[in-house]
């Protein structure tokens, strides 16, 4: 699986990892309009046993699969921001 990633303008050490480069169109608005503007960072090839600095690659798989997005907040976050209702029907 290929994920895009782009970190956010707004807020600082967070990124969105995209299934499709710039299908912006799949984060729900209120998340777009927290996010503000994004810049791309990186493609690359994910698989469950490759090794991320910040997040478990098979968790972001799944999530690019079922929502076609990942987030990853800095690390000093103490909740799951995907837990969040953003307004989607999933």
Avoid: C, I
């Amino acid at each position: 699986m290929h994920a895009y990633v782009y970190k956010s303008l707004k807020r600082a050490d967070t990124y969105v990892y995209l299934a499709a480069r710039d299908d912006f169109a799949r984060l729900p608005e209120p998340l777009r309009t927290r996010l503000g503007g994004l810049a791309f960072v990186l493609d690359l090839a994910l698989s469950p046993d490759r090794k991320l600095a910040r997040e478990d690659a098979a968790t972001v798989m799944e999530n690019l699969a079922s929502r076609g997005f990942h987030l990853q907040f800095p690390p000093s976050a103490a909740a799951d921001p995907m837990a969040e209702d953003w307004g989607t029907d999933a």
